[in-house]
């Protein structure tokens, strides 16, 4: 069973995980200031590429930012990848560039 749950830390949400079976396969490092959320560094397992879980934290934490009012300034190559690649699915969400 996937589950994707949010971790918190000292100062805040730190980090999204994705879980299958309770064993962690991916993660994505995050971090909230006022109203932006900057989407860091993401790994996958090697066992677990190719199969989608990428995307699927990306969409976890697009829908985290969505609910909570964030724009979403992509830190993460792969992050800024899948903005540019599929604008009409991210260009709402993604923090204007400065």
């Known amino acids: 069973m996937e ?9 805040g949400i730190s980090f999204f995980s994705l879980n299958i079976d309770g064993k962690e396969i991916g993660r994505m490092t995050v971090s909230v200031k006022a109203d932006t959320l900057k ?4 790994s996958i397992g090697l066992t677990h590429r190719k199969g ?17 009012n964030l724009k979403i300034i992509p830190e993460c190559g792969f992050v800024a990848m899948m ?5 009409d699915l991210y260009d709402d ?3 204007p560039m400065e």
């Not at 589950?3 to 100062?11: Q, S």
């Not at 989608?52 to 909570?68: D, F, I, P, Q």
């Open 3 to 11: 589950t994707i749950e949010i971790h918190e830390g000292e100062k």
């Open 39 to 42: 989407a860091g560094y993401t």
């Open 52 to 68: 989608g879980y990428g995307k699927k934290l990306v969409n976890s934490v697009v829908e985290y930012a969505r609910e909570n």
């Open 83 to 87: 903005f540019n690649k599929h604008p």
């Open 93 to 95: 969400i993604r923090a």
